[in-house]
């Protein structure tokens, strides 16, 4: 019974990641593929529970769903009618070749690992007890890396702050162009003016 329930769980968690893949991949409104992308890290996280790796799964939910996918969301709201790309005017017959394959050679290496995989599968050794925990990894971290944890936290706040300054800087502010179309005109440029 446990045997099975595992398989249904794993089949749940890998339909979410492969539909929020091809929703993601495939939307043609930015806010659907944001969806789509959070469907897909849920379905992660779920591989990870069955994995016993509680926290690498909270992290997945926490970070990746609740930060990135909601960043992704405000600043397609931000942008407005800007966030979608424009129409594509050439033929869909490349991207479809292309899809294809990358089908075949997927497939194809599939093929390879089982033939060649098959004889040389050797089991893998026994992880220690307590191995993959919340305190044992959040051990690791603070004390061997705590150094790298911090630059991380550094590098996605420049990675942020990049993001906004990179959105900005593309679009012209619409409420100052219209506070200087209202605004009457300086007495100064009224004397410049020939009369006619």
Known sequence: MTKSLEIAFFALCAALVLGGGVITVGARRPVRSALGLLVTIVGVAGCYLMLAAE?????????????????????????????????????????????????????????????????????MPRVPPGFGTIERVGLEIFTAKLVPFELTGALLLVAVVG???????????PTRDAAEAASPPHPAEGKNEVPR
């Open 55 to 123: 926290l690498l799964a909270a992290i997945q939910l926490i970070v990746y769903a609740g930060a990135v996918v909601v960043l992704f969301i405000f600043v397609v709201m931000l942008l407005g009618p800007a966030a979608t790309s424009p129409t594509d005017a050439r033929s869909a017959l490349p991207r479809y070749v292309g899809a294809g394959a990358l089908l075949l050679a997927s497939a194809g290496a599939l093929v390879l690992l089982f033939r060649l995989g098959a004889r040389q599968l050797q089991a």
């Open 163 to 173: 993001a906004l300054a990179v959105a900005r800087g593309k679009h012209p502010d």
